[in-house]
DNA sequence: CAGTGGTCTAGACCACGGG
DNA sequence: CCGTGGTCTAGACCACTGA
């Protein structure tokens, strides 16, 4: 256990109000925020934190999960606690859909992920009927059944989005829509196919921290927030034609949108 | 020290492989989702957790902790811990800087506070000249100046959003858009007053824990993320006239958008 | 193997809230 | 005043990692 280099993490101050397991986090998020700590680098081991401030192991313990909360760091079995790398973000433009780009004839995702150079991947995909819950269901028009797909995306086999589309089911029933490879350009490609020409989409934007279920199959890092991004298309006619749920890891995407001024 | 109803809360499985304060919070999350406790309900205090569960204080401490950080709970010194309420929304529409908005008079914020029965206040108002930070320079063209315009706004004395407007000061100085107040309709009437014609805006949103700074203008419950929100104001010119870079707490907003489909 | 973090105990004293 | 949560200690044993 060797000696922490002098003067890195400074003290605690005794006399002080502020809680000392509170004292020595904003000191190593000092360290972290100042770059003494980089990226991807390994903080002291809770021994060395227990015996450069002179306090107990819970009392550090406690410190590290106030950073962890705050998505500053990540523990690792053995290992040790290590500053949490940013890993490159993906951003989502708001013309992502454009008809132009379906017209390629790849999915949104595939094509945008290939030109930031890293490798798409589609994963656990499932598709069958089911009832909607009340708010699917209001927002398609209140059909009686749904056709439901859900799918993982990953990028260099990191999990970043879950998806799920619902499709009236009198509109997606025995087409494309309800194979699991739907075919070039996607769901949107064959709704337009079918005759639903594609006039908008609304999206509505939420955060919020993940359930137990999307920190497993998002492979979340505990104080890592998800975006929610509940999108309805509509046809040129005015009917919602499907509602895409999607939740995605927040330190994975930023959205861009660009809004008129008039 | 009132008994627990007993079958509420369930019991510990000593076999599994699931740590005691997993499987307690596990319970508990359970007894919240299925409505057992209600929004803004106390929970059992910790000694009745303790004495329901038979572990010990630290154990059921570090339960409540999880739920705490997955923004289903918060404690209160003195009085316990309690069902997180889930405050009103505020929805963002895509239209709301639109002309015919700000024609009112109104800023976009009071005039959709007043509509919804909120009362709307803004608060530590700061003007001053600044030197930007190198992101905020190439957003506006590089500038070697900007003037920063610092705002918070509450609703019903709740602290909702924290946001920080930068013009470039060429443009800025000596004009009402220096002034604190700067008359109807906002800085975005007086820009365009100005011979600035707004003719779009970018939005790039993103998703984080808040820093502690943060939780404290925001007065953040913990497990609260917080939406990033940058906006550039472009004018017919193609000019970059404002960067408006907004801190909002998650559970008080949702942004809505509308995407053309081709 | 030694060193790391993960879990858990059984205490202690404190500060806050409300009767 | 008593019951609440907030902080802290000094141990213990375990599971994981890497040499």
């Known amino acids: ?31 972290i925020d100042k770059g003494r700590f980089k990226e991807g680098a390994k903080l002291p081991s809770e021994s060395e934190l227990v015996e450069h401030f002179g306090v107990s192991r819970m009392t550090v313990r406690n410190s590290l ?32 859909f454009a008809r132009r780009h379906r017209e390629q004839g790849k999915s949104a995702f595939t094509v945008e992920a290939e030109a930031a150079g890293s490798r798409p991947e589609v994963d656990s995909l499932k598709v069958r009927e089911e009832r909607p819950t009340p708010d699917i269901s209001a927002r398609l028009g209140q059909p009686r059944k749904v056709l439901a ?21 009198d509109l997606a029933r025995d087409t494309p829509i309800a194979e699991p490879n739907p075919g070039p350009g996607g769901i949107y490609a064959r709704l337009e ?8 989409f609304d999206e509505e934007v939420r955060a919020r921290m993940p359930s137990p279920d999307e920190v497993k199959t998002l492979r979340l890092a505990s104080g890592v927030p998800v975006i929610q991004l509940v999108r309805t298309a509509y046809d040129t006619e005015g009917r919602a034609v499907e509602v895409c749920d999607t939740v995605m890891s927040a330190d994975a995407y930023v959205l861009a949108y660009q809004l008129p001024a008039n």
């Open 193 to 200: 196919e079918l005759g639903h020409r594609l006039d908008h």
């Open 149 to 169: 797909r859900r799918r993982r995306y990953l990028l260099d086999g990191r999990p970043v989005e879950f998806a799920v589309s619902y499709l009236p089911l």
């Open 1 to 31: 256990m060797a000696a922490l280099p002098s003067g890195v993490l400074g003290v605690i101050d005794s006399t002080s109000d502020r809680a000392v397991f509170r004292q020595i986090a904003d000191r190593l998020r000092e360290a």
């Open 65 to 96: 999960s106030i950073l962890q909360s705050e998505g500053l760091i990540s523990s690792e079995h053995g290992k040790g606690v290590f500053v949490r790398p940013r890993p490159p973000v993906r951003r989502l433009a708001s013309d992502r």
